[in-house]
């Protein structure tokens, strides 16, 4: 058995069981979740596991790229007899658990922090990690990077920070700072783009409705000279890289946002089984089934993602690739959720980043 069909198995199991603190109870045939579809005997072993009693589950990812690939339980919250007792491996497969805690997608609220974001200026021209928001919305996330569609200038983040959750109007303007990040010393909320499309965040039962694999949207940048590439400060910014290469577990990576600027992590996990993610908005108050995201730890002990942070531009620890768009945090911010940027581009419209605008 692979990493992957383990994790696959286990997250069935964990469906099936309740184990999923987020579902409040059990979903029923679990394995309706899986795919490919696993071995009936070795799920009935893993329910029957009285290792498996007191998880709060999250997810269930594994280590693609790893010298030796394992299976990570993240939970919210884990009786210490509950974790001790997993078992070591599996078929041959190591598993662990991590204490992940509630993740949630969201910029910072108003009524949180004024005037706490970060906003970038790079030769007097708005830089990528600034703080955004569309007009006349009372939060803040992050304008995660530029890109190019057929001659146009985009500019990409979160659906829930450009769409607030799929209701911003069409041509509504996006600002940087957010206008609760306004203060005397820094440039006043000045309109970077014009909001244009995104990928629709959707919720319901998960055999009816897809599960969502992103979490992003662009805007048209409504004149070039108020932007650049350029990502955070002069002194430790640099330039969004054009060039994506593709996630593995233990690659290095780095971030700039809105509320923790400048942060170090390492990418742990591919997270193909299903998870909930709890959005809420002025007109979007929903549960959302993702699929298909990694995760991304701290490398350093601080935070790696805070509320806020939602759009950034994920990218080598070096700076010369881009690997994902962050969309989601843990409440204690030492875990990020990303997913690949290709996808995003792709989806998106065939987009290109672009590097050395404005440097």
């Not at 990040?181 to 909320?189: L, M, V």
């Amino acid at each position: 058995m692979t990493a992957e069909e383990l994790s696959k198995l286990l997250a069935a199991s964990f469906l099936k069981n309740g184990n999923y603190e987020a579902l409040g109870s059990p979903l029923g045939d679990g394995t309706a979740y899986a795919q490919p579809a696993v071995v009936s005997a070795l799920e009935k072993q893993f329910e029957s596991d009285s290792g498996f009693s007191g998880l709060a589950v999250h997810s269930v990812g594994y280590t693609p790229g790893a010298e030796t690939e394992e299976v990570i339980i993240y939970v919210t919250r884990g009786a210490r007899k509950a974790l001790r007792a997993l078992p070591e491996e599996i078929e041959g497969v190591p598993v662990t658990a991590q204490v992940m805690g509630r993740i949630q997608a969201s910029p910072m609220p108003a009524m949180a922090v004024r005037g706490g974001g970060h906003f970038f200026e790079y030769r007097g021209r708005i830089a990528c990690g600034s703080s955004c928001a569309p007009s006349g919305e009372n939060y803040a996330g992050t304008v995660g990077a530029l890109a190019m569609d057929g001659g146009r200038l985009l500019a990409l983040s979160n659906n829930h920070v450009f769409a607030a959750c799929n209701h911003t109007p069409v041509g509504m303007p996006i600002l940087a700072p957010a206008t609760m990040d306004a203060r005397p010393d820094r440039r006043a909320p000045t309109e970077i783009g014009r909001y244009e499309r995104m990928v629709e965040l959707r919720s319901g039962d998960p055999r009816l409705v897809p599960l969502m694999t992103l979490d992003a949207a662009v805007a048209s940048i409504a004149d070039e000279n108020t932007v650049t590439s350029w990502q955070g400060d002069e002194t430790e910014g640099y330039d969004t890289p054009s060039t994506v290469v593709g996630l593995r577990s233990g690659l290095r990576v780095k971030k700039t946002g809105r509320t923790s600027a400048l942060t170090v992590g390492v990418v742990e996990a591919f997270v193909p089984t299903p998870w909930i993610l709890p959005y809420k908005s002025t007109k979007f108050s929903a549960i959302v089934w993702f699929k298909d995201t990694w995760t991304v730890r701290s490398a350093d002990g601080d935070p790696f993602a805070l509320p806020g942070d939602s759009g950034s531009l994920v990218v080598t620890e070096d700076g010369s690739e881009a690997v994902g768009l962050l969309f989601a945090a843990n409440s204690k911010g030492d875990y990020g959720i990303i997913v690949p940027i290709q996808d995003v581009l792709n989806t998106c419209g065939s987009l290109q980043l672009v590097s050395g605008h404005g440097i």
